[in-house]
């Protein structure tokens, strides 16, 4: 089965600790994304990477950071200075960068305490 | 400032009927709009897509308007089934936004049987 996956589906972490969420896809995709969906709002472009070994920020990568060292993995880290974590995280990929079409994962909601 | 606006945050329809699902945006940059079904818990899935060369497209009981004078669209389903209930989000790209796309906050659908 091809698809997006995300780990774990919570997670719930101290203040001030950094957290790794993971993302996973084996459809072959060259671009990933990471976005943030809180209460009343659309989705929020957090990075974006088209090709392996590179990555861009989106609207809102304060406080976030990503690697793509591997085509099928795209883990984003949660740190510290990011002022308002808690937050519901989507993982999506496509074809291509720009492609109309994006995969999303399930999602991973995290909650800071 | 939101660049796409979908203005209902939720909307209940008998089943059967007509259910139209608006969104504006406001950068005339935007040229690729689209879609998404979500239900709970789970990432977003593409629904239908408008490139702005066309005022119309359709698939199936959606068909998507594009007036581009007004910026506007609006997804139409019909007839509605209880199994369309699920948060729509609208999304726009183009060169306004670095070919990434921006969404807006979503409208929950309910249908009622």
């Known amino acids: 089965d091809g698809g997006i996956t995300q780990s774990p589906k919570y997670l719930f972490r101290k203040e001030g600790q950094n957290v790794t969420l993971s993302c996973e896809q084996n459809?072959?995709?060259?671009?990933m994304y990471w976005y943030r969906q809180d209460p009343g709002q659309g989705l929020r472009l957090i990075y974006y990477s088209q090709i392996v070994n590179d990555f861009q920020k989106g609207d809102i990568a304060e406080g976030y950071s990503v690697s793509r060292e591997k085509k099928e993995s795209f883990p984003l880290t949660v740190t510290s200075a990011q002022k308002n974590p808690t937050a519901f995280y989507l993982c999506?990929?496509?074809?291509?960068?720009?492609?109309?079409?994006?995969?999303f994962g399930p999602g991973t909601r995290l909650t800071v305490l | 400032d939101q660049q796409v606006k979908q203005n209902s945050p939720s909307l209940s329809v008998q089943e059967g009927r007509i259910s139209i699902l608006n969104c504006d945006y406001t950068?005339?940059?935007?040229?690729?709009f689209l879609w998404y079904k979500k239900y709970p818990a789970e990432g977003p899935t593409f629904l239908i897509s408008i490139s702005s060369i066309k005022d119309k497209n359709e698939d199936g009981r959606f068909t998507v308007f594009l007036n581009k004078s007004a910026k506007h669209l609006s997804l139409h389903i019909v007839p509605s089934q209880p199994g369309d209930s699920a948060v729509y989000f609208c999304a726009a790209s183009g060169a306004g936004s670095g070919q990434n796309f921006v969404f807006g906050p979503g409208t929950r659908l309910s249908v009622l049987p």
């Open positions: 950068n005339s940059m935007f040229d690729y």
């Open positions: 459809l072959n995709h060259d671009a």
């Open positions: 999506a990929s496509s074809i291509l960068a720009g492609n109309p079409e994006q995969f």
